[in-house]
């Protein structure tokens, strides 16, 4: 449930749940962002602030992003985050990927 939870934080857009107006980090929101260091810094210190804010009880171990810049074999238009975080209550380590080919979603 946890796993299922923090999905649906990474992916929620602000303003789009009802009653919570700043839930969620957007990931999508980032599609049209310049494809710099300052937007992926942008995207885990957002994902950092929503984790605190609405599940505290989950550490951050760590949160990698790859595109592009860091994979020329990668369709420039395709972003994957790694998410790995410890939920302290259960003493248990999880992890989520995400994979985003906005070339594939604009095709169809």
Do not use: C, W
């Not at 957002?46 to 949160?63: A, D, G, L, R, T």
């Amino acid at each position: 449930m946890v796993k299922q939870n923090v999905k649906m934080l990474l992916l929620t857009a602000p303003g789009e749940r009802i009653m919570e107006p700043d839930f969620g980090v957007g990931i999508r929101n980032y599609l049209f962002e310049n494809n710099v260091s300052s937007t992926k810094g942008g995207i885990k210190a957002n994902i950092s602030k929503q984790i605190q804010k609405y599940m505290p009880f989950i550490k951050i171990v760590e949160i990698n992003i790859h595109d592009n810049s860091t994979n020329e074999r990668l369709h420039p238009n395709y972003l994957k985050i790694e998410f790995k975080y410890f939920i302290e209550p259960l003493n248990e380590l999880d992890s989520i990927d995400l994979d985003f080919d906005f070339s594939k979603e604009l095709l169809t």
